[in-house]
């Protein structure tokens, strides 16, 4: 048996998710590792959303166009709350609202996240293990000169517009790894091509995380091409941190610990020999997912590459 620990963030990580699952080959046991750092209380529910975007992209339910949300889902209640002075810059669908109902009805009843997050998987089909990394509170804030705020209010509220000097994943000194991550990344890691400050960030500052994956054989995909990230803010959390945001940077960032950077083949060659002169295998390939086609080929030139 071959166990493979996926890291995984929110929209950009779901689609090579969803090509691993179906890509996985018989001795292979995958665990999807999500991120919990953009986890935020609203409405007074506990919302998951890296969790939520995994459970849906794993069982086709998810909105594909969007990257998060039930597809075709309805903002009824979301409008409703909004004329009783709800907030309402995030866009919590109904049918998405439903999980996370249903999630706070179990936490105040005692349940984990990773046991809440086993019943959603067992009853929406889904073979493979999906781990919260921790079942504590972690949440990701962006400092500003506006101040403190979690990451939703930074990324979804003000669509990054206010200049981030530092990032706090507030509560990880205090938190555990769920039981059984470190168990999963002992021997093979793929991290998806993900937001490493905001969506790896916050797994990988967990106690012993990083120590554990020295010892195994990590792939990551990078994020980027040239300067740009396949989606969200990676760039401004990444230049207002004083890191490169490029390829190089993610390298950079996960050096203790990554065997080989995937990088896209549209890439500088100038970027592969930095990688490789930080000791790190680079791999040129297509990395951009459009269709089932080029995240089944992916997918299996990464499962190849463990
Ligand atoms: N992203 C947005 O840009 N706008 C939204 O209104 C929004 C709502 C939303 C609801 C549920 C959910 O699971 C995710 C949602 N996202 C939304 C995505 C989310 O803010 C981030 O992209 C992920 O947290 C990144 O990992």
Redesign the pocket.
């Given at each position: 048996l071959s166990r493979i620990a996926v890291l995984c963030?929110?929209?950009g990580s779901s689609k090579f998710a969803k090509a691993l699952a179906s890509q996985r080959r018989d001795n292979d046991e995958l665990s999807f590792v999500a991120?919990v750092g953009?986890n935020f209380w609203h409405y007074g529910l506990y919302?998951c959303?890296?969790v939520?975007?995994l459970i849906y992209a794993l069982s086709d339910q998810l909105d594909r166009s969007?990257?998060?949300?039930v597809s075709s889902d309805s903002f009824v209640v979301k409008d409703r709350l909004a004329l009783e002075s709800a907030p309402d810059?995030?866009?919590?669908?109904d049918k998405?609202l439903t999980m996370s109902i249903r999630r706070a009805e179990l936490i105040a009843r005692g349940w984990t996240l990773a046991s809440i997050t086993e019943l959603f998987c067992s009853l929406f089909g889904i073979k493979d293990q999906v781990i919260p990394a921790t079942n504590d509170n972690v949440q990701t804030f962006v400092r500003t000169r506006l101040g403190s705020m979690h990451?939703?209010e930074f990324?979804?509220k003000y669509r990054a517009s206010h200049l981030p000097t530092a990032v706090d994943y507030v509560g990880v000194d205090r938190a555990i790894p769920a039981e059984g991550l470190l168990e999963t990344l002992k021997e093979k890691v793929i991290i998806c091509p993900a937001n490493p400050v905001?969506?790896i960030g916050p797994t990988i500052a967990l106690g012993r995380v990083k120590k554990t994956m020295e010892k195994a054989k990590v792939v990551a995909v990078s994020p980027f091409i040239g300067s740009r990230p396949l989606s969200?803010p990676a760039y401004s959390l990444m230049m207002g941190l004083g890191i490169e945001p490029s390829s190089l940077g993610v390298a950079k960032m996960y050096s203790s610990f990554l065997t080989v950077l995937v990088v896209d083949g549209k890439e500088d060659q100038s970027i592969a020999t930095k990688v490789k002169d930080l000791g790190i295998e680079c791999v040129k390939t297509d990395t951009i997912v459009s269709d089932d086609e080029s995240g089944k080929r992916i997918a299996n030139e990464l499962l190849g590459l463990l």
């Amino acid at each position: 048996l071959s166990r493979i620990a996926v890291l995984c963030g929110g929209t950009g990580s779901s689609k090579f998710a969803k090509a691993l699952a179906s890509q996985r080959r018989d001795n292979d046991e995958l665990s999807f590792v999500a991120n919990v750092g953009d986890n935020f209380w609203h409405y007074g529910l506990y919302i998951c959303p890296d969790v939520d975007i995994l459970i849906y992209a794993l069982s086709d339910q998810l909105d594909r166009s969007k990257g998060w949300g039930v597809s075709s889902d309805s903002f009824v209640v979301k409008d409703r709350l909004a004329l009783e002075s709800a907030p309402d810059w995030f866009s919590l669908g109904d049918k998405d609202l439903t999980m996370s109902i249903r999630r706070a009805e179990l936490i105040a009843r005692g349940w984990t996240l990773a046991s809440i997050t086993e019943l959603f998987c067992s009853l929406f089909g889904i073979k493979d293990q999906v781990i919260p990394a921790t079942n504590d509170n972690v949440q990701t804030f962006v400092r500003t000169r506006l101040g403190s705020m979690h990451l939703q209010e930074f990324w979804v509220k003000y669509r990054a517009s206010h200049l981030p000097t530092a990032v706090d994943y507030v509560g990880v000194d205090r938190a555990i790894p769920a039981e059984g991550l470190l168990e999963t990344l002992k021997e093979k890691v793929i991290i998806c091509p993900a937001n490493p400050v905001t969506s790896i960030g916050p797994t990988i500052a967990l106690g012993r995380v990083k120590k554990t994956m020295e010892k195994a054989k990590v792939v990551a995909v990078s994020p980027f091409i040239g300067s740009r990230p396949l989606s969200g803010p990676a760039y401004s959390l990444m230049m207002g941190l004083g890191i490169e945001p490029s390829s190089l940077g993610v390298a950079k960032m996960y050096s203790s610990f990554l065997t080989v950077l995937v990088v896209d083949g549209k890439e500088d060659q100038s970027i592969a020999t930095k990688v490789k002169d930080l000791g790190i295998e680079c791999v040129k390939t297509d990395t951009i997912v459009s269709d089932d086609e080029s995240g089944k080929r992916i997918a299996n030139e990464l499962l190849g590459l463990l």
